[in-house]
Nanobody
Framework: QLQASGGGLVQAGGFLRLSCAASGHSFSRYAVGWFRQAPGKEREVVATVHRGGGTYYADSAKGRFTISRDNDKKTVYLQMNSLKPEDAAVYSC????????????????????WGQGTLVTVSS
């Protein structure tokens, strides 16, 4: 089970840190991704992190967002800096059990477990 939190209202240029907390065992075996969906738009990947620590960022997130994981706390974070109005969306986290040698999944349909979303609103 995944629980996303940390969303809220922020001014453009501001920052937020989202958290995705997992329950259960073997969290360290999972790849975890952050995805977002704005009204009227399709869900899109934001960033993903491999069980081995490798990361992937969408072009829109590069240089502004940082994904990280703390396996002891069973939590993945998304630090979002320099937020823009176009970053406003419902952000959801997802997880996939992954063998260490497998490539990092970057598509939503590759992920099996999903948490509820957290709303990010960015005012201009």
């Amino acid at each position: 089970q995944l629980q996303a939190s940390g969303g809220g209202l922020v001014q453009a240029g501001g920052f937020l840190r989202l958290s995705c907390a997992a329950s259960g065992h073997s969290f360290s075996r999972y790849a975890v991704g952050w995805f977002r969906q704005a009204p009227g738009k399709e869900r899109e990947v934001v960033a993903t992190v491999h069980r081995g620590g490798g990361t992937y960022y969408a072009d829109s997130a590069k240089g502004r967002f940082t994904i990280s994981r703390d396996n002891d706390k069973k939590t993945v974070y998304l630090q979002m800096n320099s937020l823009k109005p176009e970053d406003a969306a419902v952000y959801s986290c997802a997880a996939k059990d992954l063998i260490l040698s497998a490539p990092l999944p970057t598509r939503a349909d590759e992920y099996k477990y999903w948490g509820q979303g957290t709303l990010v609103t960015v005012s201009s």
